[in-house]
């Protein structure tokens, strides 16, 4: 049954020097089909430039599709056929002082870093062009990431006089070690698709015009798994990057627990009773 597009939460509110601002027009889209959500950033003018607005709509939808019972797995892509993202919206950052910069940092940033890793469910970056700066960082945020053959990526930040600050440096060389993201992070270079397949930046690169259709089909293979088993097996995999491998295997054996809560084991094994 197809959805959409459902609404999650009207409005956003932006750190503006203090002031609150508050739109209602979504910069994102959603749907929910088959027990997978497709979360598209609406802004290809901009080259879907991730803008205070549509950060604080991912943080919202990360929440709200966390809970929503008919979702299993998020599937996020960028409208058109140029960009996945090109990263933060300059304009918006050139208009702003120093002051709200560092404001929206202090009080915003630790909302946004970890707001799409931090998902219990498993989420799928569809990448359907550029990827840069933000836009990978956000990227590295999903547990998959497929790329059509027209994408590109970099992490241009240090050239901007700044570095990756949304989790680049932390989340890219975990996946594919220090010295590779050293060098993307240290020239801020260009890459194309299959180098960042062949770098593990992307699992794997399809022709454009069938990204949508592997992403669903990979989508839709994970939903179909037990809830219960998907999510803690997430937990524990993600535990594995953050603690030795005595503390990643207690907090494996921690993550099993609740499965035996779940009567999914027990309906799938029904058919193995009786035989030797
Ligand atoms: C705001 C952006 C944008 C961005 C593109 N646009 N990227 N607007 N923020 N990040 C806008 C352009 O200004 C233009 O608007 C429209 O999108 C189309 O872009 P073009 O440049 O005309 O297209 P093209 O020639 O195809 O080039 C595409 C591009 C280029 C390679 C993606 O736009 C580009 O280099 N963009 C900047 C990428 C970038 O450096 N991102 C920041 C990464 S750093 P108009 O109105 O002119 O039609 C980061 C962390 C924060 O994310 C860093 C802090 C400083």
Not at 47 to 76: C, G, K, T, W, Y
Not at 97 to 108: I, N, P, Q, V
Not at 156 to 185: C, D, H, N, S
């Amino acid at each position: 049954m197809l959805r959409q597009p459902k609404q999650y939460g009207m409005g956003y509110t932006a750190l503006n020097g203090g002031r609150m601002a508050a739109s209602t027009t979504d910069v994102k889209r959603v749907t929910v089909d088959d027990g997978v959500a497709l979360v598209t950033l609406t802004r290809p003018h901009v080259m879907n430039a991730l803008n205070l607005q549509l950060r604080a709509e991912i943080i919202e939808f990360a929440r709200d599709l966390d809970a929503d019972p008919s979702v299993s797995v998020v599937v996020i892509t960028g409208e058109g056929d140029k960009a996945f993202s090109a990263g933060a919206d300059l304009k918006e950052r050139g208009r702003r002082t120093t002051a709200e910069l560092y404001d929206e940092r202090r009080f915003f940033r630790s909302r946004w870093v970890s707001a799409v890793a931090s998902m219990a469910k498993p989420t799928i970056a569809a990448i359907n062009g550029y990827c840069l700066g933000g836009g990978l960082e956000l990227a590295l945020q999903c547990d998959l990431r497929l790329a059509s053959e027209n994408a590109t990526f970099a992490l241009p930040e240090v050239g901007l006089g700044f570095l990756p600050g949304a989790g680049g440096t932390q989340r890219l060389p975990r996946e594919i070690g220090l010295q590779k993201a050293k060098e993307l992070i240290l020239t801020g270079r260009r890459f194309d698709a299959h180098e960042a397949e062949r770098l593990g930046i992307v699992l794997r690169v399809v022709p454009r015009e069938e990204l949508m259709t592997a992403a669903m089909a990979l989508a839709r293979s994970i939903a179909r798994q037990p809830r219960m088993s998907l999510i803690q097996a997430k937990l524990a995999l993600n535990a594995s990057q953050e603690t030795m491998l005595s503390g990643g295997l207690q907090a494996e054996n921690e993550a099993w627990l609740p499965c035996l809560l779940s009567d999914a084991w027990q309906g799938k094994l029904k058919r193995f009773e009786g035989s030797s």
